[in-house]
């Protein structure tokens, strides 16, 4: 048999998990000790256990909250349809929470999801590219008249969600083995990104969720103001703007700021 | 064929001994790393890697490349090697002798292959243009494996001593694994040591495994036993001062016991040291 064609065979049993009766067994010894079937099952078996180590890993506290029969048979369900195309183990379970939401079973349970969704946020502020923050005092070199025009980069690791209340209770209490609160009622904002190499969090309201939305998506600071939208939220103004802008410097979120030319 | 020159004993780089290894600076003489735990953005990973470059020797180590795999190289991983390579300037790189999947498939194993001409000559072209393309020699390690195939048409370490030949590669010769796959498939791996060209051997890999009485694991989640010791002893001899680590990725214990493992294997690369001094004086 060609290279090619046992490969392809070894595989297709490893996902089948066909640890009977399939066809690569066929050029497969018996050792002195063991079975063939055995013997391939070590395979299978690792296959299996390692891609549920990386999710039971990265999703600590979506596992608590729906148990670990129910998180297992989640994982189950996830390998199964989807196995792995990335070459570092790292991204392999970055779709679980899109998975959870495609699930008939979970996809109303916005407690779950949200939780999953938070949990692959601290883990891709984690490791996100670094980035030097911009000291606020660079602010200095942009005329006052350059001000309305000016954009901003941000850490590449800052990554804004709206959760539903209670989420970040959750995932602290079950990350300490805590008894888990009850489900929040309504739902907020929250900015995620590293800092002194950690991964951190911080509640944002809604007009400065809106803000940084904007201004991530590279949004002028005069556009900002004047986006209708900012306008209707209570408490906005351009003042109110400076002071969140001042924060985002003093948690060394801005990486980048330019002024847009004219016209 | 030069060898590198002997780096002495090390240890793998794991994340549960960042913050010890920094604080105490411990007396390893290098450490290897996972290749692949660093090939991500940036974050405490690429930190704690740099700041423990700074004090050590480090060995970049894969499990990825899947050198054996009948689909393309990937050349996407492989300029990710490089560039992490080329900023860390280890003393080396390796992998396997393995696959890792196929059809665009990652199993997340290190997978067997049939010990065949038509392998062979796979491989080995393989390793000549990732050689070419890191622009380094590779280091390329025997795995641990659990089945042996029927398409078989030489032994495992005929296979490795004529792919580091054709290849003009390395070899990271793991004594665990010559332990595992001897158990696994009634092998002699004192043969295995015996027979391996010394000439190619840079590294040495010694590990724990997991004894399930039919079979045996490679699972790097127990002290090294007895018997991967005197295997030890026997490769030490025979290979004379080879670059050696301890793997250890589960079940991790404090950070001494595994320094109380590294000079335990001192004390044995002393010893023999000691008597080739007395025999040749």
New interface residues.
């Given amino acids: 048999?060609?290279?090619?064609d046992?490969?392809?065979m070894?595989?297709a049993g490893?996902?089948a998990g066909a640890e009977d009766g399939a066809r690569i067994l066929?050029?497969?010894?018996n050792?002195?000790?063991?079975d063939?079937t055995?013997?391939?099952g070590?395979?299978v078996n690792?296959?299996h256990a390692?891609?549920a180590e990386f999710l039971a890993a990265d999703f600590p506290a979506l596992r608590a909250l729906i148990g670990e029969a129910a998180f297992d048979a989640l994982a189950d369900a996830y390998i199964g349809a989807q196995?792995?195309?990335?070459?570092?183990?790292?991204w392999?379970t970055t779709r679980f929470p899109d998975f959870l939401r495609e699930q008939d079973a979970w996809c109303d349970n916005a407690r779950a999801i949200d939780l999953a969704m938070f949990e692959r946020a601290l883990t891709d502020?984690?490791?996100?590219?670094?980035a030097e923050a911009l000291p606020i005092e660079e602010l200095a070199a942009f005329a006052p008249e350059q001000w309305p025009r000016l954009s901003f980069t941000f850490h590449?690791?800052l990554i804004l969600l709206e959760l539903e209340d209670g989420t970040i209770a959750t995932h602290e209490a079950a990350m300490e083995q805590q008894d888990l609160p009850p489900p929040g009622e309504g739902r907020g904002h929250v900015a995620i990104w590293?800092a002194d190499?950690?991964s951190v969090h911080c509640p944002l309201e809604a007009d400065e969720f809106l803000a940084l939305s904007l201004a991530m998506e590279g949004h002028a600071f005069g556009d900002i103001c004047q986006m209708a939208a900012f306008r209707d939220l209570a408490d906005a103004s351009p003042e109110r703007l400076a002071q969140m802008l001042t924060g985002w410097f003093q948690e060394g979120l801005v990486v980048g700021a330019k002024a847009r030319e004219e016209g | 064929m030069t060898r590198p020159p002997a780096l002495g004993h090390g240890l793998g780089l794991r994340p549960i001994y960042y913050d010890e290894i920094l604080s105490t600076r411990p007396a390893v003489d290098w450490f290897e790393i996972i290749s692949e735990n660093y090939m991500v953005g940036g974050g405490r990973p690429t930190a704690m890697l740099e700041r423990v470059r700074a004090d050590y020797p480090i060995v970049m180590h894969g499990v990825a490349m899947s050198l054996a795999s009948t689909d393309p190289l990937d050349f996407d991983y492989l300029s990710e090697l490089k560039a992490l390579a080329e900023r860390i300037e280890p003393a080396w790189v390796s992998d396997h002798l393995a696959w890792t999947g196929v059809h665009g498939v990652t199993l997340h194993d290190l997978l067997p292959i049939p010990y065949t001409e038509e392998a062979l000559a796979h491989v080995a072209e393989r390793v000549m243009r990732v050689q070419d393309f890191l622009g380094r020699r590779l280091v390329v390690e025997n795995a641990s494996t659990y089945v042996a195939f029927r398409e078989s048409e030489m032994s495992e370490w005929a296979f490795v001593n004529e792919l580091a030949r054709r290849a003009d590669c390395l070899l990271l010769l793991d004594v665990n694994n010559v332990f595992v796959s001897g158990f696994n498939h009634g092998f002699d791996a004192n043969e295995f040591i015996d027979t391996i060209d010394p000439d190619r051997v840079a590294q040495f890999h010694m590990a724990g495994h997991t004894d399930n009485g039919t079979h045996r694991i490679d699972t790097h989640d127990q002290p090294v036993c007895d018997e991967v010791w005197a295997l030890y002893e026997r490769a030490r001899r025979r290979f004379g001062a080879v670059s050696t680590m301890i793997e250890r990725d589960d079940n991790f214990p404090p950070f001494d016991e595994l320094l109380t493992e590294l000079g335990h294997m001192r004390e044995i690369a002393a010893r023999i040291d000691a008597e080739n001094t007395r025999s040749a004086a």
């Fill in positions: 048999m060609r290279l090619a046992l490969q392809a070894f595989q490893v996902l066929e050029s497969v010894k050792s002195r000790q063991a063939r055995t013997l391939f070590v395979y690792a296959y390692r891609l196995p792995s195309r990335e070459r570092n183990a790292r392999y502020a984690f490791d996100a590219p670094d590449p690791s590293r190499l950690d």
